[in-house]
């Protein structure tokens, strides 16, 4: 069984900063890509960004400049610093990682979801 825990969510200002983790536990045999996503209310779930295993990023054009995604991958976490949030990334806020889990093919696991509230 895999799970993966999201922390580091909460209530910030316009122009702030918030860094969220994910830590991926359980039978874990390998991990590919981890990223983020987001889902605003009444919107669809959203890239915000990617890493490989290797370390290459992807950002969402939205984000660009003011995120950045890392990993350990000795503790199987992924990270995402957000500095100069506006209100619009508000969302609740997603982690996945493609990978292998005990005797099962690939595939996407997704965390449970950390809020992002950006507000005066």
């Known amino acids: 069984q895999v799970q993966l825990v999201e922390s580091g969510g909460g209530l910030v200002q316009p122009g702030g900063s918030l860094r969220l983790s994910c830590a991926a536990s359980?039978?874990?045999?390998?991990?590919?890509?981890m990223g983020w996503f987001r889902q605003a209310p009444g919107e669809q779930r959203e890239l915000v960004a990617t890493i490989s295993s290797g370390g290459s990023t992807n950002y969402a054009d939205s984000v660009k400049g003011r995120f950045t995604i890392s990993r350990d991958n000795a503790r199987n976490t992924v990270y995402l610093q957000m500095n100069s949030l506006r209100p619009e990334d508000t969302a609740v806020y997603y982690c996945?990682?493609?990978?292998?889990?005990?005797?099962?093919?690939?595939?996407?696991?997704w965390g449970q979801g950390t809020q992002v509230t950006v507000s005066s």
């Open positions: 359980g039978s874990i045999f390998s991990i590919n890509a």
């Open positions: 996945n990682f493609y990978g292998t889990a005990g005797w099962g093919p690939p595939k996407v696991y």
